[in-house]
């Protein structure tokens, strides 16, 4: 079993920073995939970012390109989401996730973190 403990949630301004943290508490053959999902009220489940372990390869969600960047420190099972140019349209529960094979399907992700709020004021 995998853990995932997401920190650095919580109230930003429009075109201000935010940096979202996800600490794994192991590193198993069963993960490649390290992702940022996100939530909003009344919302489906909404890809953000992922990337692969190994290799380093980064996707991202479209409503985010160009402005959020995801990276990994292998050393701290750490993967962190650095958020600029926020938006109020950004305000959700972010979830990190854990998969083998998934890439941006919520559904082919294996391990969730509990979730940690952003909000965004105009």
């Known amino acids: 079993q995998v853990q995932l403990v997401e920190s650095g949630g919580g109230l930003g301004q429009a075109a201000g920073s935010l940096r979202l943290s996800c600490a794994a508490s192991?590193?198993?053959?069963?993960?490649?995939?390290m992702a940022w999902f996100r939530q909003a009220p009344g919302k489906e489940r909404e890809f953000v970012a992922a990337?692969?372990?190994?290799?380093?390869?980064?996707y991202y969600g479209d409503s985010v390109k160009g402005r959020f960047t995801i990276s990994r420190d292998n050393a701290k099972n750490t993967v962190y989401l650095q958020m600029n140019n926020l938006k109020p349209e950004d305000t959700a529960v972010y979830y990190c996730a854990a998969s083998k094979y998934g890439i941006y399907s919520p559904g082919s992700y294996d391990y969730w973190g509990q979730g940690t709020q952003v909000t965004v004021s105009s």
């Open positions: 192991r590193r198993t053959f069963s993960i490649y995939t």
């Open positions: 990337i692969r372990w190994s290799s380093g390869n980064t």
